[in-house]
């Protein structure tokens, strides 16, 4: 089984500043896929960027970026130029390719100051 | 991408009682899940929906409390049985398509009092 950590449960950033999420998992499986989710109040989940563990290169959404470093099993996000509307929860969430199934991590929920 | 559409949104119901949770796909899907979320808290997968075959349960989560029906590739419901102040959470489904990402309902959110 995959154990995904998002040891930041809060984050506060002012408007058009940068914040980093981090996400750290675990697996034995060499090939997966990543993701990060937003939830807002609406509670929809809504898909904010994906990385495939077989790309070196790191995904790149208009102002969200990820660093990912397989070695490390590291899967940071990064905004960039926040928006009163990025204030949601953030999900770190891991898909196992052999059923598709979502592990994810605890969430951090990040507030964005005017 | 893939539309799903989810009902109820939102529901109170009497402990003991039971909820049939809906969820509708705009096309044909292979894989569809559902997911518990409690308050404040993450996301749990329940099972996965099989298509003309018992669902497949998660550690913790048994047919009896949770029956799942997927009659075709498009459609799926949950029923939460026997309702409890405990099983007051938000209930999502999810279908993965082509093997890149998952989609999510709005989500159910149940009150149990």
Redesign the interface.
Same mark, same amino acid.
């Given at each position: 089984a995959q154990t995904v950590t998002q040891s930041q449960p809060e984050m506060s950033v002012q408007e058009a500043e940068t914040v980093t999420l981090s996400c750290t998992y675990d697996t034995s499986e060499n090939n997966y &896929?990543l @993701?990060w989710y937003k939830q807002p109040p /609406?509670?929809? $989940?809504i +898909?904010v960027i994906?990385q495939e563990a077989y790309k070196q290169q790191n995904a790149t959404e208009n102002r969200f970026s990820v660093n990912f470093q397989k070695a490390a099993k590291s899967f940071s996000l990064k905004i960039s130029d926040s928006q009163l509307g990025d204030t949601a929860m953030y @999900?770190c %969430?891991f $898909?196992n +390719?052999n059923? &598709?199934? +979502? /592990? @994810? #991590? %605890? #969430?951090t929920t990040v507030t964005v100051r005017a | 991408s893939a539309v799903i559409s989810q009902k109820p949104s939102r529901d109170i119901c009497q402990r003991g009682t039971s909820l049939t949770i809906q969820c509708q796909v705009d096309s044909q899907v292979t894989m569809m899940f559902w997911y518990r979320q409690q308050p404040g808290q993450s996301l749990t997968l329940i099972a996965t929906a099989n298509q003309g075959s018992e669902a497949t349960y998660e550690s913790g989560f048994v047919i009896d409390k949770f029956p799942i029906s997927r009659p075709n590739l498009t459609f799926s419901t949950l029923t939460v049985s026997n309702m409890s102040p405990e099983d007051s959470s938000i209930y999502l489904c999810s279908v993965e398509r082509l093997g890149t990402e998952a989609f999510f309902g709005q989500g159910t959110r149940l009150t149990v009092v």
């Amino acid at each position: 089984a995959q154990t995904v950590t998002q040891s930041q449960p809060e984050m506060s950033v002012q408007e058009a500043e940068t914040v980093t999420l981090s996400c750290t998992y675990d697996t034995s499986e060499n090939n997966y &896929y990543l @993701f990060w989710y937003k939830q807002p109040p /609406s509670r929809q $989940m809504i +898909l904010v960027i994906r990385q495939e563990a077989y790309k070196q290169q790191n995904a790149t959404e208009n102002r969200f970026s990820v660093n990912f470093q397989k070695a490390a099993k590291s899967f940071s996000l990064k905004i960039s130029d926040s928006q009163l509307g990025d204030t949601a929860m953030y @999900f770190c %969430a891991f $898909m196992n +390719l052999n059923d &598709y199934k +979502l /592990s @994810f #991590g %605890a #969430g951090t929920t990040v507030t964005v100051r005017a | 991408s893939a539309v799903i559409s989810q009902k109820p949104s939102r529901d109170i119901c009497q402990r003991g009682t039971s909820l049939t949770i809906q969820c509708q796909v705009d096309s044909q899907v292979t894989m569809m899940f559902w997911y518990r979320q409690q308050p404040g808290q993450s996301l749990t997968l329940i099972a996965t929906a099989n298509q003309g075959s018992e669902a497949t349960y998660e550690s913790g989560f048994v047919i009896d409390k949770f029956p799942i029906s997927r009659p075709n590739l498009t459609f799926s419901t949950l029923t939460v049985s026997n309702m409890s102040p405990e099983d007051s959470s938000i209930y999502l489904c999810s279908v993965e398509r082509l093997g890149t990402e998952a989609f999510f309902g709005q989500g159910t959110r149940l009150t149990v009092v």
